[in-house]
């Protein structure tokens, strides 16, 4: 198994990521993805764009060497609320809405309580798409709970190759993640959160753990390309 789109990629407009968004393409191309998401931070990360940028993402055309170019966000949780440090001007705006949370730009205290009301209020986002490396032990929230909620939303819940590769603490989260997705039938992409060009497109790590826990290849959104435009139809999201 392989993945055929990456949703979950960061340029160097994220300060802490180091190709830009032409150099991703060209990677994207050279390695034979259908497509990725360029999804940098919200503007609560340290160092990282003005919502100008954001706005203006329609400058890079859709498809692009051949690779369909989904222009979108790594949108940061802020509080149990949901609140998103992007606001719905900037995520109407975008093809692909990611909410994640980090530690220096969640502002209540952290614990499975908030962390689960704050995930099932993202559920109930319209313009979000997918919830980010949620395996960390740091932010962890009810599974069970967030993940049926996510299923009958039609969410997506990331399997984040970085987490499983760098992050040994993450990989039990990871799996039972996985496993209730499987119990409630909820959708995953499996993305690299790549930020150089030496890590688009390569989630051996996510991928080798999904198989051996037997996961289904058709909860895969991006597993194969009749699966991801299948889900781009399903969002309104244009093909090409």
């Not at 190709?19 to 393409?25: D, K």
């Not at 497509?35 to 931070?41: L, Q, S």
């Not at 319209?126 to 919830?131: L, R, V």
């Amino acid at each position: 198994m392989k993945i055929v789109a990456d949703l979950h990629t960061h340029t160097i407009t994220s300060v802490h990521a180091y190709a830009t968004a032409l150099e991703m393409i060209t990677e994207a191309e050279r390695i034979g993805l259908h497509a990725f998401a360029i999804t940098d931070h919200g503007e609560s990360m340290h160092g990282t764009p003005h919502p100008y940028y954001f706005m203006n993402l329609h400058a890079i055309p859709r498809v692009m060497k051949g690779v369909r170019v989904l222009k979108g966000i790594e949108a940061n949780i802020i509080d149990r609320k949901g609140n998103l440090d992007a606001d719905e001007s900037i995520l109407s705006n975008l093809d692909f809405c990611i909410a994640s949370m980090h530690m220096p730009t969640f502002h209540d205290e952290v614990n499975v309580d908030t962390c689960t009301e704050a995930y099932l209020n993202i559920a109930e986002n319209p313009h979000i798409n997918m919830i980010a490396h949620s395996g960390s032990p740091y932010f962890k929230y009810d599974y069970e709970t967030v993940i049926k909620r996510f299923a009958e939303k039609g969410k997506l819940i990331e399997i984040n190759n970085a987490s499983i590769k760098h992050k040994p603490d993450f990989v039990p989260n990871c799996k039972e993640i996985a496993k209730l997705c499987v119990k409630y039938g909820c959708r995953v992409a499996v993305d690299t959160d790549a930020h150089f060009i030496t890590q688009l497109g390569r989630a051996d790590e996510a991928l080798s753990m999904l198989e051996e826990i037997g996961f289904p290849e058709e909860l895969i959104v991006n597993s194969s390309v009749e699966n991801f435009n299948r889900y781009l139809s399903e969002m309104n999201i244009p093909l090409e």
